[in-house]
């Protein structure tokens, strides 16, 4: 019999550009602040310094070693047995910017999203319901383009030199695998309403 008192933990993956920030955050408006938390795997990647490189010396942020995966499934733990979590958050790696600290709050239900948030089989059997987030190639390509180069301020070629020499080979090598262990695939090229509508209810059954 399942603990009621257990939070309900939702696993979210995809490839990067394909809509997951925007799914996750559409889903938690469907719900009361209090009634739902994120834990993100964007604050734990490793510092610039621990990442792997290219053959070209630049790193490499598409790796299941980019992110401190370990110290994401503790803190995960830690989430689900009623503790909050401070974390410092992700600045990208800008080396001016002081990163400011998060605090995430357990809830009944727990987001748990990043894009190898079902590569470890350890995090999977954590996992009530596991999603996976797709969109075609050009799509996520677009919108990784829309994303680095305007909001974030990246050069459009350090963008594509990324996406088809880190992000593109990770997903085929790690990310897609992740797929075959979703409980549902959610295709995102252009909207989702049907399924965040499912999404929505079927959480709301849960808590």
């Not at 799914?23 to 938390?37: R, V």
């Not at 995960?76 to 979590?85: F, T």
């Not at 974390?87 to 990163?99: H, Q």
Request: charged share 30%; aromatic share 12%.
């Amino acid at each position: 019999m399942k603990n009621r008192n257990k939070p309900f933990v939702v696993g979210i993956t995809g490839g990067s550009g394909s809509g997951k920030t925007y799914f996750i955050n559409q889903l938690k408006q469907q719900f009361q602040p209090e009634s739902i938390s994120l834990i993100s795997q964007d604050h734990y990647y490793k510092p610039i310094g621990k990442q792997p490189k290219d053959e070209k010396g630049i790193e490499n942020f598409d790796t299941p070693q980019s992110i401190d995966l370990e110290h994401y499934e503790k803190d995960l733990q830690s989430l689900i047995e009623g503790k909050k979590i401070k974390k410092e958050e992700y600045n990208f790696n800008y080396r001016d910017l002081k990163p400011g600290i998060i605090t995430i709050t357990p809830a009944p239900i727990i987001l748990a999203e990043g894009i190898f948030s079902l590569y470890l089989s350890s995090l999977r059997a954590i996992y009530d319901y596991k999603i996976f987030i797709q969109a075609d190639e050009e799509v996520k390509l677009k919108r990784r383009i829309r994303r680095d180069e305007i909001e974030r301020g990246y050069d459009k070629e350090d963008v594509i030199y990324r996406y088809r020499h880190h992000v593109a080979p990770a997903f085929s090598k790690y990310i897609e695998p992740q797929k075959e262990e979703a409980d549902l695939v959610i295709i995102n090229n252009k909207s989702f309403e049907k399924e965040l509508s499912l999404v929505t209810s079927y959480l709301k059954s849960k808590i």
